[in-house]
Nanobody
């Protein structure tokens, strides 16, 4: 049984930093994709960042580019999201997602329909 467990959320002031972690168990994703999505109250879930394949190619939403960094530790089967220069609009529940290898023709890392596994979410609140 695959499990994704997020940690690292919390309350931070505007301009602060947080690092989220997502530990996977039950399956490895070193050749697949691990990603972060978020959902703010009253809004749809949105893509934040993804890291794909053995080359660890990274992808970001425009709203977080330059402020957030996604990384992966294959030995620990864990993905991280370093969040800097946080803004109140970053407040949301952050979800980790994962999928095993998919060919490029079948892969859209920014779509939540791509992912087979999801964590339970961790709350990030940025105060103004």
């Amino acid at each position: 049984q695959v499990q994704l467990v997020e940690s690292g959320g919390g309350l931070v002031q505007t301009g602060g930093s947080l690092r989220l972690s997502c530990a996977a168990s039950g399956r490895t994703f070193s050749s697949g994709t691990m990603a972060w999505f978020r959902q703010a109250p009253g809004k749809e879930r949105e893509f934040v960042a993804a890291v794909r394949g053995s080359a660890a190619s990274t992808y970001y939403a425009d709203s977080v580019k330059g402020r957030f960094a996604i990384s992966r530790d294959n030995a620990k089967n864990t993905v991280y999201l370093q969040m800097n220069s946080l803004k109140p609009e970053d407040t949301a529940v952050y979800y980790c997602a994962a999928v095993r290898y998919k060919p490029t023709t079948e892969w859209d890392g920014r779509s939540d329909r791509t992912y087979d596994y999801w964590g339970q979410g961790t709350q990030v609140t940025v105060s103004s």
